[in-house]
């Protein structure tokens, strides 16, 4: 079975251009997070999704980060416009919500921002 | 103070001894308890979870939880080299939403 596919895996960009991180969950999970982990700050949730709607963006830094979920399979990130201290690694997750904190993560997404 | 908090590490150990693994959490509310374990440079992967005080046993691993003192630990019996990654606390602050620590690296020494 295919897992949580992420891409692009490595993303390196100039301060001011649009970032775009795509993500196709688990065949079937209903749950759709987006995390960002740095060094300094670990882990961190931005936002996540219950059957293609959002339920809390209460991480999502500033107006710069945006997320949407169209359809089940299919989830964005988008950062505009990107700034150096966006450098981190992206990772989306799915579940099927059946254990509460059993996540699928993709491979992440590593940004750097010059 | 941090919701979740663990000590950075690294946490070395040989071959064959015990690694305990320890993290503290901040909302008395919190019923659900994850520890994922990350190998460097690749993405977390859940190995044990925990609802209830007391101990929960799996293979080499153990997790224990003291609700009272809010208090969350694992135990790794007969560390192998392959052990080495960086293990993170992770509570379930309620509808899904899980709230990580910044983990602890242990490593393994042959």
């Known amino acids: 079975d295919a897992g949580v596919i992420q891409s692009p895996r490595h993303e390196v960009t100039e301060m001011g251009q649009e970032v775009t991180l795509r993500c196709k969950p688990i065949?079937?999970?209903?749950?759709l997070f987006w995390y960002r982990q740095t060094m300094m700050r670990g882990l961190e949730l931005l936002i996540y999704?219950?059957?293609?709607?959002?339920?809390?963006d209460s991480g999502m830094p500033e107006d710069r980060f945006s997320a949407k979920m169209p359809n089940a399979s299919f989830s964005t990130l988008k950062i505009q416009p990107s700034e150096p201290r966006d450098s981190a690694v992206y990772f989306c997750?799915?579940?099927?919500?059946?254990?509460?904190?059993?996540?699928?993560f993709g491979e992440g997404s590593r940004l750097t921002v010059l | 103070q941090k919701e979740v908090e663990q000590n950075s590490g690294p946490l070395s150990v040989p071959e064959g001894a015990i690694a305990s693994l320890n993290c503290t959490y901040s909302d008395r509310g919190s019923q659900s308890f994850f520890w994922y374990r990350q190998y460097s440079g690749k993405s977390p992967e859940l190995i044990m979870f925990?609802?209830?005080?007391g101990d929960k046993e799996d293979g080499r691993f153990t997790a224990q939880l003291n609700k009272a003192s809010q208090y969350v630990s694992l135990l790794i019996r007969d560390s192998q080299p392959s052990d080495s990654a960086t293990y993170l606390c992770?509570?379930?602050?309620?509808?899904?939403?899980?709230?990580f620590g910044t983990g602890t690296r242990l490593l393994v020494s042959p």
């Open positions: 065949s079937g999970h209903d749950y």
């Open positions: 999704f219950n059957n293609n709607v959002p339920i809390d």
């Open positions: 997750a799915s579940s099927h919500g059946g254990l509460a904190g059993e996540l699928f």
């Open positions: 925990i609802y209830s005080n």
């Open positions: 992770a509570v379930d602050t309620g509808f899904q939403k899980l709230v």
